[in-house]
């Protein structure tokens, strides 16, 4: 690597890519894993998605656009739900929420996960049931509590002993009696980027287990009387694919509902385990199905209960990414391609890091292909970069696309659909781009895109 003046990472002369990442044959062809299900290549050479042609869907709602595939959501929703059978699969609605999303949730039998006030009145906006609501966060406000109780949801996971004080008071000033969960911080390390690693001891969720704070946690629940304690809850990080890390939070959970059943006479019906399961963003990525898991997750939870001779508790899950990540994609229009010094081309969209923050915060892979037409051109190693004023506005490190690529091709990336427009900002002052659902030839806005005009109502001057 040669010497720069920008430090190494613009000094990599002659570079060809993260070792995994292949030549392709064919610059056209699709990696079915990757893409929503019902994406094909039409003959013509463009892709099309619920049977539509993703210049249609362009020429209609303009880009950087996110296309949601509602068949493959749907599939996904249901997969999880019959391979889980008797446990309750909670969508985990911070990788995506909108209204048409809380509905087809509760169409397809899910229970919904939020974390925060504003996901919950979306969900209620909705329509969806609170009973059918679990509540998240470290850092729950008064007031998010009070309308938690006050709408009936089903469950609130604590997660600090402040907040059981204030949910203590909150419940005999209400005459409520919530049920509630312990989120347990079991020092499991998650194959995971730092930031999305969660069920270490140095991070800011959860009672931890190894300090005692778990056990102290549930003692004063049960010796308050106020707290109707359901059970425990783990969630050890996002985008795993070993289910070693849930065999290792399982025992230790289940060996602290053991020492409560020991020590105060209650054992506990529940056990969330929570979600995380990875998808695949690239080649490179090997996702496990919703049966598999099932299977897997189940035999873990069932031997160590037989271990610490406990009863079988109700097992949830709480998938989000693996549901709704694949189930869309992102559609940008190239507006420069620019070749740096023999380096790397880079190729500028209209969009970037506002639409997707993943690539710069968490130094996320992902992938692209030519999506408006096919080329007959040599594969080319490239950069899909937005366009912000930041060089680390990376949308896909590395790809490789045609090296006809031009301005005003459109180019797709799959796996958009989890903590992408979730995640969304006004960087730039850039408005953020609509969500368009799409099925069986029909599309239709389900969150529309933002404009100039909606920026400067919130500037008051």
């Given at each position: 690597?040669?010497?720069?003046?920008?430090?190494?990472?613009?000094?990599?002369?002659g570079?060809?890519g993260?070792?995994?990442?292949?030549?392709?044959?064919d610059?056209?062809?699709?990696?079915?894993?990757?893409?929503?299900?019902?994406?094909?290549?039409?003959?013509?050479?463009?892709?099309?998605?619920?049977g539509?042609?993703?210049?249609?869907?362009?020429?209609?709602?303009?880009?950087?656009?996110?296309?949601?595939?509602?068949?493959?959501?749907?599939?996904?929703?249901?997969?999880?739900?019959?391979?889980f059978?008797?446990?309750?699969?909670?969508?985990?609605?911070?990788?995506?929420?909108?209204?048409?999303?809380?509905?087809?949730?509760?169409?397809?039998?899910?229970?919904?996960?939020?974390?925060?006030?504003?996901?919950?009145?979306?969900?209620?906006?909705?329509?969806?049931?609170?009973?059918?609501?679990?509540?998240?966060?470290?850092?729950?406000?008064?007031?998010?509590?009070?309308?938690?109780?006050?709408?009936?949801v089903?469950?609130?996971?604590?997660?600090?002993?402040?907040?059981?004080?204030r949910?203590?008071?909150?419940?005999?000033?209400?005459?409520?009696?919530?049920?509630?969960l312990?989120?347990?911080?079991?020092?499991?390390?998650?194959?995971?980027?730092?930031?999305?690693?969660?069920?270490?001891?140095?991070?800011?969720?959860?009672?931890?287990?190894?300090?005692?704070?778990?056990?102290?946690?549930?003692?004063?629940?049960?010796?308050?009387?106020?707290?109707?304690?359901?059970?425990?809850?783990?969630?050890?990080?996002?985008?795993?694919?070993?289910?070693s890390?849930f065999?290792?939070?399982?025992?230790?959970?289940?060996?602290?509902?053991?020492?409560?059943?020991?020590?105060?006479?209650?054992?506990?019906?529940?056990?969330?385990?929570?979600?995380?399961?990875?998808?695949?963003?690239?080649?490179?990525?090997?996702?496990?199905?919703?049966?598999?898991?099932?299977?897997?997750?189940?035999?873990?939870?069932?031997?160590?209960?037989?271990?610490?001779?406990?009863?079988?508790?109700?097992?949830?899950?709480?998938?989000?990414?693996?549901?709704?990540?694949?189930?869309?994609?992102?559609?940008?229009?190239?507006?420069?391609?620019?070749?740096?010094?023999?380096?790397?081309?880079?190729?500028?969209?209209?969009?970037?890091?506002?639409?997707?923050?993943?690539?710069?915060?968490y130094?996320a892979?992902?992938?692209?292909?030519?999506?408006?037409?096919?080329?007959?051109?040599?594969?080319?190693?490239?950069?899909?970069?937005?366009?912000?004023?930041?060089?680390?506005?990376?949308?896909?490190?590395?790809?490789?696309?045609?090296?006809?690529?031009?301005?005003?091709?459109?180019?797709?990336?799959?796996?958009?659909?989890?903590?992408?427009?979730?995640?969304?900002?006004?960087y730039?002052?850039?408005?953020?781009?609509?969500?368009?659902?799409?099925?069986?030839?029909?599309?239709?806005?389900?969150?529309?895109?933002?404009?100039?005009?909606?920026?400067?109502?919130?500037?008051?001057?």
């Amino acid at each position: 690597m040669r010497a720069h003046e920008a430090g190494a990472l613009h000094g990599d002369l002659g570079y060809t890519g993260p070792a995994w990442l292949r030549t392709p044959e064919d610059v056209n062809a699709l990696v079915p894993q990757l893409w929503p299900r019902t994406v094909t290549r039409a003959e013509a050479g463009f892709l099309q998605i619920g049977g539509v042609s993703v210049a249609d869907l362009a020429a209609e709602h303009g880009t950087p656009a996110y296309l949601l595939d509602e068949v493959d959501l749907r599939a996904r929703c249901r997969e999880f739900a019959s391979a889980f059978g008797d446990a309750d699969v909670y969508y985990a609605g911070k990788s995506f929420l909108c209204k048409a999303v809380v509905k087809i949730v509760k169409e397809e039998g899910l229970f919904l996960d939020v974390c925060s006030g504003g996901e919950l009145a979306v969900a209620l906006a909705a329509g969806f049931p609170a009973e059918k609501m679990g509540f998240h966060g470290n850092n729950k406000s008064y007031r998010e509590l009070e309308r938690a109780l006050e709408a009936g949801v089903g469950r609130i996971i604590v997660d600090s002993f402040d907040e059981i004080a204030r949910l203590t008071d909150l419940s005999e000033k209400l005459g409520k009696r919530p049920k509630v969960l312990i989120r347990v911080t079991v020092g499991v390390e998650a194959h995971t980027h730092e930031f999305i690693a969660t069920a270490h001891e140095d991070q800011k969720f959860g009672f931890s287990l190894a300090g005692g704070a778990a056990f102290a946690a549930a003692a004063k629940i049960i010796d308050d009387g106020v707290l109707d304690l359901r059970g425990l809850h783990s969630h050890i990080g996002s985008q795993i694919f070993d289910t070693s890390g849930f065999e290792v939070a399982a025992r230790r959970v289940l060996e602290l509902q053991a020492q409560i059943r020991d020590a105060r006479g209650v054992e506990l019906e529940e056990l969330d385990l929570g979600g995380g399961f990875g998808i695949a963003y690239t080649t490179q990525d090997d996702p496990q199905a919703a049966g598999d898991l099932a299977k897997r997750i189940n035999k873990i939870v069932e031997s160590e209960c037989e271990m610490a001779n406990l009863r079988k508790p109700k097992l949830s899950i709480e998938p989000g990414r693996a549901i709704v990540g694949p189930a869309v994609l992102t559609l940008y229009e190239v507006g420069t391609v620019k070749d740096v010094d023999g380096i790397r081309t880079y190729v500028s969209v209209d969009g970037g890091m506002s639409d997707n923050i993943r690539t710069a915060l968490y130094d996320a892979s992902y992938s692209a292909t030519l999506a408006g037409r096919a080329s007959a051109a040599e594969p080319m190693l490239a950069r899909v970069v937005g366009k912000h004023c930041e060089s680390g506005d990376i949308v896909v490190k590395d790809e490789f696309l045609p090296a006809d690529v031009q301005p005003g091709d459109l180019i797709a990336v799959p796996g958009t659909g989890a903590y992408c427009r979730s995640m969304a900002s006004n960087y730039n002052h850039v408005p953020r781009p609509p969500v368009v659902a799409v099925r069986e030839g029909v599309s239709r806005v389900i969150v529309r895109r933002e404009t100039e005009d909606d920026l400067l109502a919130l500037d008051v001057g």
